[in-house]
């Protein structure tokens, strides 16, 4: 079981990146996914998710900027990030677990090992 993060980058306020999350060991739609990230000296923060009928949670900071997804075919999530902001610098896990969505952070029992966005 493995999630490989990639698309993290350094953009200037308001810019825009997506972030995949390749899955490989099972299938990712019978899973709550979840982008979690965690900047310098802050706790980790669960940023979206979506469970396996494809219902959707989104971190109040974020709602209406960004919009997860998946790709069944590519067994691969991502996360489409518009007009962001300083505050959203920091590094991006892609996250799996079972039960309910998204739930909290420590129960996400699979992690990818992060990509870094930077945001000034």
Known sequence: VQLVE??????QAGG????????SGYTTRHYCMGWIRQAPGKEREGV???????????????KGRFTISRDN???????QMNSLKPEDT??????A????????????????????????
């Open 90 to 95: 920091a590094m991006y896990y892609c996250a």
């Open 48 to 62: 979206a998710a979506r469970d396996s009928d494809g219902i959707t949670w989104y971190a109040t900071s974020v």
């Open 16 to 23: 825009s990146l997506t972030l995949s999350c390749a899955a």
């Open 97 to 120: 677990k079972v039960g309910s969505c998204p739930g909290k952070t420590k129960d996400y029992n699979n992690w990818g090992q992060g990509t870094q966005v930077t945001v000034s």
């Open 73 to 79: 075919v590519k067994n691969t999530l991502y996360l």
């Open 6 to 11: 990639s698309g993290g980058d350094s953009v």
